[in-house]
C-alpha cells in the first residue's frame, strides 16, 4: 500500500462548488504540506502543518484552507472554485525539516 | 526572496552524461534537494546536500557550492526512462523549516 494517498484522483467541478481534497500517510511523520503545481512550472506551497495544533499559509493560500484532523490526515477545501485554481495538487509528508518530502500521487483538479 | 534558478528545458542522447544546474540565494541556507518527477506523476526524492562537493548516488551525482550558490545534479550513462522533469529545492534555516522550489528543468533523452 502507498505512505501516502490522495483523494480523489480526479476531479472536474464547476465554478462556485466547494471542494475538498484529502490526504492520508502511514509513514508516522508530523509534518503535512499541500502543493499546487501548474503545467511547466513547480510547486507552490499552499500551507503546511507541522503537528496537528499547528497549521500555517504557505505562497499562495488565498482561496483555499486546510484541515489536520489527526496525524495522518490533512485535508485542503477550495470555499469557491474558480477556473485558475485548475492544477495538479500534491500532498506531501517528511519527517523533519532536513528530511526529504514523500509525494502522493496527485489529484488533478479541473474548475469550469 | 528566495529565486531558485534552473534550466527550463535540456534535451541529451541516450548513454552521453548531462549536467543540470540550479542556483539560490545564500542567505539562511541550510541544504538543497534534487527531486525527479515523471510527467503526471509525483516528485521522488534523489538527494540532499548539504556540505560542499560530490555525492554519488550511481549514476546520479549532485554537487554542491555554499559560497558560489550553486549545485548540479550530474546523470550519467543516460537511459529513456531519465526522460523527467527535476527539480531543486533549497531549504533555509530562516524560511520556517520549509523548502522552496524551482520551476523544474525538464529532461528529453533521445535515442
Known amino acids: 500500500d502507498a505512505d501516502v494517498t490522495q483523494t480523489p484522483r480526479n476531479r472536474i467541478t464547476k465554478t462556485g462548488k466547494r471542494i475538498m481534497l484529502e490526504c492520508s500517510q502511514t509513514k508516522g511523520h508530523d509534518r503535512m504540506y499541500w502543493y499546487r503545481q501548474d503545467p511547466g512550472l513547480g510547486l507552490q506551497l499552499i500551507y503546511y502543518s507541522f503537528d496537528v495544533k499547528d497549521i500555517n499559509k504557505g505562497e499562495i493560500s488565498d482561496g483555499y484552507s486546510v484541515s489536520r484532523q489527526a496525524q495522518a490526515k490533512f485535508s485542503l477545501s477550495l470555499e469557491s472554485a474558480i477556473p485558475n485554481q485548475t492544477a495538479l495538487y500534491f500532498c506531501?509528508?517528511?519527517?523533519?525539516?532536513?528530511?526529504?518530502?514523500?509525494f502522493g500521487p496527485g489529484t488533478r483538479l479541473t474548475v469550469l | 526572496g528566495q529565486n531558485i534558478d534552473q534550466p527550463t528545458e535540456m534535451t541529451a542522447t541516450e548513454g552521453a552524461i548531462v549536467q543540470i544546474n540550479c542556483t539560490y540565494q545564500t542567505s539562511g541556507f541550510n541544504g538543497l534537494f534534487w527531486y525527479q518527477q515523471h510527467a503526471g506523476e509525483a516528485p521522488t526524492f534523489l538527494s540532499y546536500?548539504?556540505?560542499?562537493g560530490l555525492e554519488e548516488k550511481g549514476r546520479f551525482s549532485s554537487f554542491l557550492s555554499r559560497s558560489k550558490g550553486y549545485s548540479y545534479l550530474l546523470l550519467k550513462e543516460l537511459q529513456m526512462k531519465d526522460s523527467a522533469s527535476y527539480l531543486c529545492a533549497a531549504h533555509y534555516n530562516t524560511n520556517a523549516g520549509k523548502s522552496t522550489f524551482g520551476d523544474g528543468t525538464t529532461l528529453t533523452v533521445k535515442p
Open positions: 506531501a509528508t517528511s519527517e523533519g525539516s532536513y528530511n526529504e518530502q514523500f
Open positions: 546536500n548539504v556540505l560542499d
